[in-house]
Nanobody, 124 residues
Framework: QVQLVESGGGLVQAGGSLRLSCATSERTLSGYAVGWFRQAPGKGREFVAVINWSRGGTDYADSVKGRFTISGDNAKSTVYLQMNNLKPEDTAVYYC?????????????????WGQGTQVTVSS
């Protein structure tokens, strides 16, 4: 059972930055695709970004391209989401998720393991 723990959320003004962390219980990120999703009040959980450490590559939702960057530290088994130029519409609970089957999955139903989420609030 893979355990994921998010941190780094908070309240920030529009235009500001935050860095989210997703610490995994695994010794290495090898073999895993790790994604970030978000869910705003009254809305469904949507894809934000994904990274595949072993097979390489990243992918982003169009709404965050150029503003968010996903990266990983294999030695710490941690994945990060650097969020710059934040907008009020980025306000949501952000979740990290992991799965071992795919390359860069963007469908939340393809993920097996989820963290508990961290709140990000962007004020205007």
């Amino acid at each position: 059972q893979v355990q994921l723990v998010e941190s780094g959320g908070g309240l920030v003004q529009a235009g500001g930055s935050l860095r989210l962390s997703c610490a995994t219980s695994e010794r290495t990120l090898s073999g895993y695709a790790v994604g970030w999703f978000r869910q705003a009040p009254g809305k469904g959980r949507e894809f934000v970004a994904v990274i595949n450490w072993s097979r390489g590559g990243t992918d982003y939702a169009d709404s965050v391209k150029g503003r968010f960057t996903i990266s990983g530290d294999n030695a710490k088994s941690t994945v990060y989401l650097q969020m710059n130029n934040l907008k009020p519409e980025d306000t949501a609970v952000y979740y990290c998720a992991a799965q071992i089957r795919g390359w860069l999955p963007i469908d939340k139903n393809d993920y097996d393991y989820w963290g508990q989420g961290t709140q990000v609030t962007v004020s205007s």
